[in-house]
């Protein structure tokens, strides 16, 4: 086959339709499910009899009834990561040789079916049956996606890539909690919806949300995998037909090295994630407010302040270095994180949630673009989906320690010199310890990517790679 080397003339990605109805995609995805994110508590605690009216401003639901279902909910969201983290590395790798698109859009079908049959759960053992299912077509769609991602833009723009997906992305989980705060205050207050009927509707309106997704990438997506390249019109990575098999045995030392460091990283940001996830729920709940419209939009607001970061953060990746950026945002939001239980009302949580998502919005997507430029071409999704595993090991391991750690600490007080300090606060400063540990390694480890300072290293075999 021959080797396309035209260049391709670098068209604004905003306009390419195969990049963004990948981001739409993701952005529909992440709508749907940033819906249900304000009371996917509650409607836990809700359909085990923890509630028994609809909760609003000025309702505290107990910290002892939060706590005795802090590990429940730690293990509904364990599940979900456990079983992404089995099939990451499969599904990735199956792009590889046999197509994307197939996998993206199976992966859609089944995010829709099952927000309905989550909303229509009867019991603990329903939402967790769902949830583990949930995470068999995750690990379809977002390796896959991202992988078709970095396939479509080039080498040269990955950081602008990665932030004008994440942007558009994660521009869905920003509207979502909001969406989903409003929609549960009208079925409370308009419907008059009791418990648990009052938490179902948002899931059924998220898997109308994700519905479009399923049509638009039909139409639109093609194929962009190494196994398919006869479909590779609209690449900007060079076709170079190289067996997976030869072009993992031929990276250097030195590469393998980098992609061991980011294999730890995310292992120790998957555990930091999964820690922070139900006890930031479990810590709102219990301490600062129970009003899930308010909740909604304070989630939806920092996120809209943090979506501003990722374009600009990711053309300074691509300009002027990938690992800084990487670093110190992965530093501040792990920090943030870290102050987090300190807040004792909503404006004092709201801004340091809004610092927390200002910088990790500019830290991914040049953490995203180092991964991009370290993996091989035609390994892009199986080594995606591997990275992706260590990190979900890490969010399976998380909520469940998380939730075990809030059920303790959350009802005593920790005497610290001459301050008394609530015991919530260690599963928050364990999470934020182990994430700065994984930016450690990211500093330590792993070298600057960006494409005009990559040069060969002498005494080494360079690492054939297709991008």
């Not at 602008?160 to 909001?178: A, Q, T």
Request: aromatic share 10%.
């Amino acid at each position: 086959m021959i080797v396309n080397k035209t260049p391709v003339k670098q068209e604004r990605l905003y306009r390419n339709p195969r990049v963004l109805i990948l981001a739409i995609d993701a952005m529909l995805i992440m709508l749907g499910f940033g819906i249900v994110a304000p009371s996917m508590s509650y409607y836990l605690i809700a359909l085990e009899g923890g509630l028994t009216q609809p909760p609003g401003p000025g309702y505290i639901i107990p910290a002892e009834v939060v706590a005795s279902f802090s590990l429940i909910l730690g293990v509904m969201m364990a599940s979900f990561m456990g079983t992404r983290t089995l099939l990451a590395r499969y599904w990735g790798g199956y792009s590889d040789r046999h197509g994307r698109k197939p996998i993206i859009l199976t992966g859609l079908i089944g995010y829709f079916l099952l927000l309905i049959l989550f909303g229509l759960a009867q019991n603990w053992i329903h939402l967790l049956i769902v949830r583990a299912l949930q995470g068999v077509v995750s690990a379809m769609v977002w390796p896959t996606a991202e992988a078709a991602l970095m396939d479509i833009v080039g080498s040269q723009r990955r950081g602008e890539g990665l932030g004008l997906y994440m942007m558009v992305s994660n521009l869905g989980f920003i509207l979502g909690p909001g969406v989903g705060g409003l929609l549960y205050n009208y079925c409370r207050d308009i419907l008059l919806l009791p418990v648990p009927e009052v938490f179902r509707v948002p899931y059924f309106v998220g898997a109308l949300i994700v519905l479009p997704a399923i049509f638009a990438t039909v139409i639109i997506l093609k194929e962009t995998s190494p196994g398919k390249l006869d479909a590779t019109e609209d690449i900007l990575e060079p076709t170079i037909p190289v067996s997976p098999k030869s072009v993992e045995s031929e990276i250097t030392p030195k590469v393998r090295r980098m992609i061991n460091a980011i294999y730890l990283m995310s292992l120790f940001n998957g555990i930091a994630m999964g820690l922070g996830q139900p006890i930031f729920q479990l810590f709102l709940m219990s301490k600062i407010t129970t009003d899930i419209g308010l909740i909604g939009l304070v989630i939806s607001g920092a996120g809209a302040i943090g979506m501003l970061f990722s374009i600009p953060a990711g053309r300074y990746a691509d300009r002027r270095g990938r690992k800084g950026l990487a670093v110190w945002g992965a530093v501040a939001s792990r920090v943030s994180l870290g102050v987090l239980p300190l807040a004792t009302d909503l404006v004092q949580t709201s801004a340091v949630w809004i610092g927390q998502s200002a910088a990790m919005s500019s830290s991914q997507p040049a953490m995203r673009a180092i991964q991009a430029d370290v993996v091989p071409w035609n390994l892009r999704g199986k080594l995606f989906g591997t990275i992706q595993a260590f990190f979900n090991a890490g969010a399976t391991i998380g909520p469940i320690v998380g939730g075990a750690l809030f059920a303790y600490f959350s009802l005593i007080l920790i005497p610290l010199g001459p301050l008394i300090i609530e015991g919530l606060v260690v599963p928050f400063w364990l999470a934020s310890g182990l994430g700065l540990f994984g930016a450690f390694l990211l500093w330590k480890y792993v070298e600057e990517t960006r494409p005009v300072q990559i040069s060969v290293v002498e005494d080494e075999k360079p690492i054939i790679d297709a991008t």
